[in-house]
């Protein structure tokens, strides 16, 4: 389904230079070396072909009419922040070439320059980028390793606890006629004690992942009205079982968020689980998707017990869960929250609440749209 | 009465415990110990109903059986529907995301492990009946 992709341009420098003689020049030389070379005269054509063909060097003249090559360079760090830039500096002080080196450019050439000059200083970008996708993989592989390490140990902790209590359901469910008083009894509690420890393990090991800083997925992007319509789809049983309506109101069209899909469920997953499970019988929850600016709102309020004002404060920490007469009956870890403020900061966001106790309780997350590619 | 389910998952415990809510409720059972085994089963038998397990030989070998099952070279069996469990994943949103993403069809049905029991013989009658 992906449009057929040019191959990567391995060797491919985007000369941009208003100085016809320089563009020749360059192209003269850099083809020479072995080098795919591309020439604008223009800042917004370089740009343009930039986009498409996404060369791993920019070689462009500080000083040209219409866009200057500083703001070239400030478009291009926002187009492809991996682009190695080299800037030629023709009215040469250190100066400029200190500000654009600033202003992100990799290393400058100044004018006037000889072939070999040009070519050290074009081979050295080329090492540079080379180095830097270097590092970029292994930071992926690393990140990927730590992914599949998480999911074994959860894998590893779960899977006899929910054996354990799987047999427990078993027993009780084909043979509990059958047994003493007593041994119903026991068997009950020990189902309850192997379902905390399972929601202990469900809740804590997302947070480790965070923690190791690989939860969220760098770079990815993701529609969160879609998230948001599957989450609201899979709570849809556990909110018939509370007897709790659940509404959702999306607003259409809005641009992809920051985030993979895999994240942004389960800080969705946390917030409307929440909402359900500390409601009352009767009551509603109330999702809604909507745009504020560059930014994509959800807003998850109930009908439920809210908060007593003492406790809001900490409600985003680690293993706090609210004390009150009303929750005392019902499971937790205390780490969902402390899950959903890690992932909303994690992705450039934000998460608050509102609440008042005996009312119910109102979130709020706030999620920066993805760059657009 | 009398309607086929073929259980695949790695965990014997699992297996046992299945079999036994399974029977006690009268239907036919089958099992298979690992993603391999269960595509060897189908190809003598026709179970009404799949229940599989996401990790088994590896992370992903259910959701490949899955999509073996709905798409594979025997077209017969794209039809029996499938009932996935796992304790890896509590949220199935999150689970069907990886799913997708790695280019999958997600499965009929999911559950987590442990069962909810009243839960799972009720998805289980809504496919095959009884």
Redesign the interface.
């Known amino acids: 389904m992906s449009v057929s992709e040019e191959p990567k341009p391995a060797r491919l420098v985007v000369v941009i230079d208003d100085d016809e003689v320089m563009r020749l020049s360059c192209k003269e030389i850099l083809r020479k070396s072995g080098y795919e070379v591309e020439c604008f005269e223009n800042g917004q054509a370089g740009i343009e072909r930039i986009r498409e063909r996404r060369p791993p060097l920019l070689l462009v003249d500080l000083k040209m009419p219409g866009l200057d090559g500083f703001q070239v360079i400030e478009i291009c760090r926002k187009l492809d922040p991996e682009l190695v830039i080299v800037v030629i500096t023709g009215y040469a002080t250190i100066g400029t070439a200190v500000d654009a080196m600033k202003a992100g450019a990799y290393d400058f050439l100044p004018k006037p320059f000889t072939p070999d000059e040009l070519r050290l200083i074009i081979a050295r970008g080329f090492e540079r980028r080379r180095l830097m996708d270097e590092a970029r993989a292994l930071r992926r592989e690393k990140e990927d390793a730590e992914r599949?390490f998480v999911?074994f140990v959860?894998?590893q902790l779960?899977?006899p606890?929910?054996?354990i209590?799987?047999?427990l359901?078993?027993l009780l469910?084909?043979m509990g006629d059958s047994l003493p008083e007593k041994a119903k009894l026991w068997v009950g509690r020990c189902q309850v004690r192997?379902s905390d420890m399972?929601?202990l393990i469900?809740d804590w090991l997302p947070l480790a992942r965070l923690e190791r800083g690989a939860l969220c997925q760098a770079g990815a992007a993701s529609e969160l009205g879609e998230?948001v319509k599957?989450?609201v789809r899979?709570h849809e049983h556990a909110a018939e079982a509370a007897r709790v309506a659940l509404e959702l109101r999306l607003e259409e069209g809005l641009p992809p968020v920051v985030g993979?899909?895999?994240a942004l469920?389960?800080l969705?997953?946390n917030l409307v689980g929440n909402a359900i499970k500390y409601n009352r019988e009767g009551g509603r929850v109330s999702v809604e998707l909507a745009r504020a600016g560059e930014r994509a709102v959800l807003s998850v309020r109930d009908t439920g017990l809210g908060i007593p004002e003492a406790q809001v404060g900490r409600l985003f920490t680690e293993f706090f869960r609210v004390s009150s007469e009303a929750t005392k009956e019902i499971a937790g870890s205390g780490l969902g929250l402390a899950i959903c403020r890690k992932i909303a900061s994690e992705l450039g966001g934000e998460i608050s609440v509102e609440s008042v106790e005996g009312v119910g309780s109102s979130f709020r997350v706030e999620l920066p749209f993805a760059p657009s590619p | 009465m009398g309607r086929k389910i073929l259980v695949i998952d790695d965990d014997a415990d699992f297996l046992a415990s299945v079999t036994t809510v399974l029977e006690a409720a009268h239907y036919e059972v089958a099992t298979a110990r690992s993603a391999k085994e269960g595509l060897e089963a189908l190809k003598g038998s026709r179970p009404d109903l799949i229940i599989l397990d996401v990790m088994m030989e590896h992370e992903w070998a259910g959701y490949e059986l899955n999509q073996a099952v709905k798409f594979g070279a025997d077209e017969s069996t794209s039809t029996i529907p499938i009932l996935m469990v796992s304790s890896i994943q509590t949220d199935p949103a999150t689970l069907f995301y990886r799913a997708t993403e790695a280019g999958m069809v997600t499965p009929d049905s999911y559950l987590t492990k442990p069962l909810d029991i009243p839960v799972f013989l009720a998805r289980v009658r809504s496919f095959v009946g009884g």
């Open positions: 599949r999911s959860a894998h779960k899977s606890l929910a054996a209590k799987q047999y359901d078993v469910f084909t192997a399972l929601e469900s998230v599957q989450v899979d993979d899909g895999l469920a389960m969705c997953g």
